[in-house]
């Protein structure tokens, strides 16, 4: 017997109970029906959804429409197992937006959560722990799941859900696990739960991925939609958007493992601005402080602080400061003045109970890195408040970023939280609420012009920008180097992780001249760009040649601010990433997604980084147009092309007619000026340029009001400007000579560049509308 759960009949016949029964819930999309369970609509274009369930053997199966009511998938879910045991038998009870079924074991509720997304939530009726385990009969591909370091596709892959610190090879734990993953079925499913749990993706079964947690309920979310992108926008809206971060959080950090007294902190800053490095942000990490965590500087390895973080911003830098959750009774003294005994405000923090505690009562005590110390409880708010006031020690310094370090859950023992969250949930939400609270602090503090760099993470990490990584090896190799990195900035941005680094040119070991290049090329082209290797290597420590290609590189990404901000805001609003895997970006092309090692670096760069030593790899360029930044030749897409990269190129592609904004190559630092800058420093300012590439018609709109669109016939352009403020701009019309048709401005300048192949224009400030028209020719 079945009911359409939207018809008049299935409001009264859903209340009784029946032997054997199949119930028929319906998304409509193109029509303004309300339903009685679920009005769902806009799913996609063409998509309706038919939710069946099976009483006699508990089974589900979700079947994708057309407009025309012909189905085109069908999703079958067999029964969940409790404990081992099948669910079946249920009666069900229809309400106005959900529909429960209950069985002797548990009940089992649907219920909508936006135009295109359901979820469903397993309950045990004693609400105790049980083992769950939801299969999906799917065999397809795969993507999502956080940050990982060992595949795109995760296929053929078990995904441990627990966030886990791993320096050495890491196979497919993660820092930041996300329990979302995206099949090309098209459809999202994301675990909402806190719970350690693995996703079990046709590693162990062909036919299903599995979905195993023990837990006291489980929540299950499906996302439908054809499109990924449109996948993890809903997934990104569930989980929390991503605040913009501030601007000067893109131009490149400098980091060292230790800095052993103010002069290495200077040093830093001053030979930065000696060697023309941009950069905006000095890392200080441990050790700093006379004891792990008080916040009190070390003065005996940093004297006259005050002086020192005054001549950093004498420079145009920003501290950053590395933290971790851990108050010490014991620290590792690795620094002349540095304490060894208990950490100033642990008896404090023991005595206010802000510490996660034992089933005793005492203090849960870990030995980590730096020694041996207690979590600070943030379940709590009192230990949430009492930790922004020792954090408030570092304002006096100008400190507007905090590196958060360690926070995973192998950290986490037999202990009792504040709010009764169990020792094994908290394991993932630990993460979330160290970051959570680090995160407010800045809002508080800092009227939220700061950010953190988070090493751990789970689901909502991206509400807390930036992350970064973890602890990777100095080499090329695919278990713990660069290409395992590549992938995990890949892996993290499908995850809904947009704003994202890690550590040129790995953290462990000494990298040699070619890796720190390709490796500072890689990093040019992510969204935060830092040097930090436990080797203390600067871009000043190899050769004049290595010096001048982090130059260009570290240049190249500053230039390129605008052209990131706006991928930021994007990311910002939907949810697209700002590294975009071209399983994400190119989904509709069969051949994209095979591509690993190369991906698409805001809408219209197509980045292909030297994974391995050589000069030369192959680049796949999908179907469009795209022009070679370096040489200015042209290709046509739905290839594979073999490239030649020297040390002082990395395979660089721009999408045909790509309007790229950017600002002047001559800004050191992306603080807008202030009052006791040097006056050498050269700060973010108003000026912009546009590069107008090679091809067909395009338009931007930048996220400060600027707005540029070309119209191209044959050899002739038009080009309409509209700025909001009064600002000027300089045209880069890449590999063509041009002439311009109509005189304009008698001030404008028109100048063809032949070192450079491009012509120049350099309008004189204005603000509102302005047309340009040429006629061009290829160089």
């Known amino acids: 017997m079945s009911y359409p759960m939207n018809s008049s009949a299935s409001r009264h016949a859903l209340r009784r109970k029946w032997r054997t029964w199949v119930a028929t819930i319906t998304f409509l999309t193109s029509v303004s029906i309300a339903t009685e369970v679920f009005g769902v609509s806009n799913l996609a274009s063409t998509d309706m959804l038919k939710l069946e369930l099976q009483n006699t053997d508990g089974a589900m199966s979700l079947s994708f429409l057309d407009q025309s009511g012909i189905t085109r998938d069908v999703l079958e879910i067999p029964a969940i197992t409790l404990d081992g045991a099948e669910q079946a038998n249920f009666d069900i009870l229809a309400h106005a937006n959900r529909t429960t079924l209950r069985n002797q074991s548990l009940s089992v509720t649907f219920e909508e959560l936006s135009d295109r997304s359901i979820a469903m939530t397993w309950i045990p009726h004693d609400l105790k722990s049980h083992h769950f385990e939801v299969r999906i009969r799917d065999n397809s591909n795969y993507y999502g799941g956080g940050e990982r370091f060992n595949a795109l596709n995760q296929k053929g892959n078990i995904l441990p859900m627990m966030s886990i610190d791993r320096p050495e090879k890491k196979g497919s734990n993660s820092y930041k696990p996300v329990p979302f993953i995206m099949s090309t079925r098209g459809y999202g499913l994301w675990v909402d739960s806190f719970a350690p749990g693995f996703f079990d993706l046709n590693a162990t079964d062909r036919e299903h991925l599995r979905i195993d947690y023990h837990t006291n309920q489980l929540r299950v979310a499906l996302i439908v939609s054809p499109q990924r992108a449109q996948i993890l926008e809903e997934f990104v809206r569930m989980t929390g958007k991503p605040p913009v971060p501030p601007t000067w959080a893109f131009a490149p950090w400098k980091s060292r493992d230790v800095h052993r007294n103010r002069d290495e902190v200077l040093q830093d800053a001053e030979w930065s601005r000696r060697y023309d490095l941009p950069s905006s942000v000095i890392v200080i990490d441990s050790p700093w402080e006379t004891s792990y965590n008080n916040f009190v500087l070390n003065e005996e390895q940093f004297a006259e602080p005050h002086a020192m973080f005054a001549r950093l911003g004498e420079l145009g830098f920003y501290p950053c400061l590395w933290l971790t959750p851990f108050v010490n009774t014991k620290n590792v003294v690795d620094m002349q003045g540095i304490q060894p005994g208990p950490s100033s405000c642990f008896e404090e923090a023991v005595a206010a109970g802000h510490l996660v505690k034992r089933a005793d009562g005492q203090p849960m005590l870990s030995h980590w890195w730096k020694g041996e110390g207690g979590l600070v409880d943030f379940t709590d708010p009192a230990a949430v408040k009492w930790w922004h006031e020792q954090l408030q020690q570092t304002l006096q310094w100008g400190v507007r970023a905090f590196k958060c370090d360690d926070g995973e859950g192998n950290f986490i023992h037999d202990a009792v939280f504040k709010d009764g ?80 680094g890690h550590d040129i040119a790995g953290y462990i070991g000494q990298p040699t001249k070619e890796l720190f290049i390709r490796w500072t090329q890689f990093g040019a082209f992510s969204p935060l760009m830092m040097t930090h290797m436990t080797s203390n290597l600067g871009p000043w420590d190899f050769d004049e040649e290595t010096l001048g290609i982090y130059r260009d590189f570290a240049k190249l990404h500053t230039r390129l601010f605008p052209y990131i901000y706006n991928a930021a805001h994007e990311a910002a609003a939907s949810g697209m990433p700002i590294i975009r895997p071209m399983a994400m970006a190119f989904e509709n092309d069969p051949q994209a997604a095979d591509h690993i090692y190369q991906y698409l670096f805001g809408p219209d760069l197509l980045v292909a980084p030297m994974y391995q030593g050589g000069e030369h790899r192959t680049v796949y360029l999908p179907e469009c147009g795209w022009v070679d930044y370096w040489s200015g030749h042209e290709h046509q897409g739905g290839k594979v092309v073999e490239v030649r990269a020297p040390l002082e190129q990395v395979p ?45 018609s395009a338009e931007i709109a930048t996220w400060d009001g600027l707005s540029a669109k070309t119209v191209v016939t044959g050899d002739n352009v038009t080009l309409t400007l509209d700025t909001h403020s009064k600002q000027p701009i300089v045209l880069e019309i890449m590999y063509r000579k041009c002439e311009p048709t109509e005189t304009g401005d008698a001030e404008t300048a028109w100048q063809y560049n032949s070192e450079r192949r491009l012509t120049s224009v350099a309008l004189p400030a204005f603000q509102g509308k302005r047309v340009l028209k040429w006629r061009q020719q290829s160089d």
């Not at 993932?428 to 993470?457: K, P, S, W």
């Open 652 to 696: 660089l592609f721009v999408r045909s007619g790509a309007i790229i904004p950017m600002i002047p190559a001559d800004v050191d630092t992306l603080i807008s000026r202030q009052p006791g800058f040097d006056k050498d420093v050269v700060c973010l300012d108003e000026r912009r340029i546009l590069q107008i590439w090679p091809g067909e």
């Open 421 to 500: 969250t169990s020792a094994e949930a908290m394991k993932n939400r630990y993460a979330a609420l160290y970051l959570q609270t680090m995160h407010g602090f800045i809002d508080e503090h800092l009227g939220g012009d700061g950010v953190l760099l988070g090493r751990c993470g789970f689901t909502g990490t991206q509400r807390y920008p930036f992350c970064w990584a973890g602890d990777n090896e100095a080499n090329f190799s695919f278990d713990n180097g660069l290409p395992s990195v590549i992938i995990a900035g890949q892996t993290a941005a499908i995850s809904g992780i947009p704003f994202w």
